[in-house]
């Protein structure tokens, strides 16, 4: 995986700023490996088969682009930052289909920022997500409460919670 | 995967209904084969390095949880039954860590049950879902809207739309 330039902490989420990050070039066998594994529906294995469904063609299970923008965050400025994990995600949509040879590339924007009362060295990100294509088309987004260690507790990247 | 016992189709769910189903066995290899590929934040891949961390120990990721919890979907009633797809999930939550040797079932509960105008041959169900470790702790719930062909209209799990 990509090294993070630097540990993203608290302090470093500004409310209302976009950043776009990422970028996964996203092949058919991908697709395909993920779908027998965790969805094996027949318009996420089989191209045939998937051209007389709603989705008009393979795509990608919903679940494999979760996955892939959670790559991206990881490899971003997740991994080795000061990320403590989150609780859950709200208002996953997935809006266009996820085909073989799309580019996808994502942004983040900053929805709230809070202190945690009980955890003075955690907080709160609240963050919007959203995966674009080749053609500049939101295929995916997803709303998340983000924990993330403050720069004031003097963290590094090893949770000492 | 399994072959679904008959195909399910919107006609099949019924409003305040709550079905069981599906059973996986979590290997610390799965576990770290799907964090070294999506999501390789330390508490995913290595016990010693989740130890200190809020999770206590190693854990699934949760979008491994979501990817295995879909499975049990598709092995239970959706592969080759009469589902249309979905469109998003809300209040995706992670309320237990998924440890190695967990063995994970799940229940659903249908919400809500509504015809498509636009589309008649198809109908739209609002499920709640939830995955059981064998302590009989909830690790995750989500909540999602999935469309199913209607009996009414003869489909036979090949999408005629």
């Excluded at 990050?21 to 092949?27: D, L, N, Q």
């Excluded at 998937?50 to 679940?63: E, I, K, N, P, Y």
């Excluded at 996953?92 to 994502?106: E, H, I, M, S, Y």
Aim: hydrophobic share 40%; proline share 4%.
């Amino acid at each position: 995986m990509t090294e993070p330039a630097k540990p993203v902490h608290w302090e470093d989420f500004r409310v209302g700023e976009t950043v776009a990050f990422g970028r996964k070039h996203v092949t058919r066998e991908e697709i395909v490996t993920f779908a027998r594994e965790f969805d094996p529906q027949p318009f996420h294995l089989d191209e045939a088969m998937a051209r007389d469904t709603l989705l008009g063609g393979l795509a990608a299970s919903g679940w494999h682009s979760c996955a892939m923008l959670m790559r991206m965050i990881c490899d971003d400025y997740l991994s080795g930052a000061a990320g403590m994990g989150g609780a859950g995600m709200d208002e996953v949509r997935w809006l266009k289909p996820v085909r073989p040879g799309d580019v996808l590339t994502a942004r983040r924007t900053c929805l709230e920022a809070r202190g945690s009362s009980s955890r003075p060295h955690m907080g709160l990100v609240k963050l919007f997500y959203e995966v674009v294509n080749q053609h500049s088309q939101v295929v995916m987004t997803w709303v998340g409460v983000q924990m993330f260690r403050t720069r004031a507790a003097g963290g590094d990247g090893a949770d000492a919670a």
